[in-house]
């Protein structure tokens, strides 16, 4: 099992930034894969970055020269940030942060619990 605990959402105008976090803890030696999504209402949940299996990041279009992802590997922990700049309304949604996780019987999803990023125009 893992658990992914997230922070930093909140409210911030157009042109501002934010950053949040999320904390992975558990059988974190099973995880391939982490990144971030994000849904706003009435729209399908979207990829917004990711660290890929093999370690290469990836971004959607709509947030790339704007948004950095990172990480911090600990012991026992690995946090991936979001560094979000020149926010716009459009990126107005729940984040998620999502965790890919494979052992010798399965393969599993993670998500934490969300947290809402408001860009005010």
């Known amino acids: 099992q893992v658990q992914l605990v997230e922070s930093g959402g909140g409210l911030v105008q157009a042109g501002g930034s934010l950053r949040l976090s999320c904390a992975a803890s558990?059988?974190?030696?099973?995880?391939?894969?982490m990144g971030w999504y994000r849904q706003a209402p009435g729209k399908q949940r979207e990829l917004v970055a990711a660290?890929?299996?093999?370690?290469?990041?990836?971004?959607s279009g709509s947030v790339k020269g704007r948004f950095t992802i990172s990480r911090d590997n600990a012991e026992n922990t690995v946090t991936v940030y979001l560094q979000m700049n020149s926010l716009k309304p459009e990126d107005t949604a729940v984040y998620y942060c999502?965790?890919?996780?494979?052992?010798?019987?399965?393969?599993?999803?993670?998500w934490g619990q969300g947290t809402q990023v408001t860009v005010s125009s």
């Open positions: 999502n965790a890919e996780a494979s052992d010798y019987y399965d393969r599993y999803d993670y």
């Open positions: 558990g059988s974190i030696f099973t995880i391939n894969a």
């Open positions: 660290f890929t299996t093999g370690g290469s990041t990836k971004y």
